[in-house]
């Protein structure tokens, strides 16, 4: 597609259930981002893959939460047991590295919002 | 430590009224900053990057300024209109591969009133 997409759109879920989140990159984007966003608040960073390399997964809040990304495409968000706090949107985002031309603008998808009642 | 920190918190103006919104940074080394721009329940959007060579670079209403001695920038926004209620969010590239060599501040929440 021409932009970045996630699904879903929108989650509703159960304390204690375990939720998938999904991102597809912008084709040829190497970097990928996910950020979360509470209510009101600033983007606040969770992981980032680049290429091969392994990803900075300094982000991630507790072990309840992983990210993978197979063949340097698409990625998955993974929260387990869920917790209320858990409630924001999930951002995701990609862009190019390298090249002379490249700026390094971030692409943002419209976001996975996740409601844990 | 890197750090990017944006002024005010948030804004109110009056539709047609000028306004301006600061960011600072201590993000080392420094590569680029960018203005984003996010539209409530939206992704932000790229409005304007500057390079270290920069010092002003305008977008149809929107200006932003760059002192890389000072490591300060600003977007000012002109004419304001209704469009224009959303935040504005400055971001660093660089810092050295923390947080995929992007930081963020927290953004500037503006709301254009009629």
């Known amino acids: 597609g021409a932009g970045v997409s996630q699904s879903p759109s929108n989650k509703v879920t159960e304390k204690g259930k375990d939720v998938e989140l999904r991102c597809d990159p912008i084709?040829?984007?190497?970097?990928l981002y996910w950020y979360r966003q509470s209510l009101g608040q600033g983007l606040e960073f969770l992981i980032y893959f680049q290429g091969n390399s392994a990803p900075d997964k300094s982000g991630l809040p507790s072990d309840r939460f992983s990210a993978e990304r197979t063949g340097g495409s698409v990625s998955t968000l993974t929260i387990q047991r869920t917790q209320q706090e858990d409630s924001a949107v999930y951002l995701c985002a990609s862009r190019k590295v390298g090249g002379a031309q490249n700026t390094g603008e971030l692409f943002f998808g419209e976001g996975s919002r996740l409601t844990v009642l | 430590k890197n750090q990017v920190e944006q002024s005010p918190q948030s804004l109110i103006i009056l539709e047609g009224k000028n306004c301006t919104l600061q960011c600072n940074y201590t993000v080392s080394p420094f590569s680029n900053l960018r203005w984003y721009k996010q539209d409530t329940g939206r992704g932000p959007v790229s409005l304007t990057i500057m390079t270290f060579s920069e010092n002003t670079k305008s977008n149809g209403r929107y200006t932003a300024t760059l002192d890389a001695d000072t490591k300060q920038s600003s977007l000012h926004i002109t004419a304001s209109q209704l469009s224009d209620s959303a935040s504005y969010i400055c971001?660093?590239?660089?810092?050295?591969?923390?947080?995929?060599?992007?930081?963020f501040g927290k953004g500037t929440k503006l709301s254009v009133k009629p």
């Open positions: 971001v660093v590239s660089g810092g050295g591969g923390s947080q995929g060599n992007l930081i």
């Open positions: 084709s040829g984007h190497t970097a």
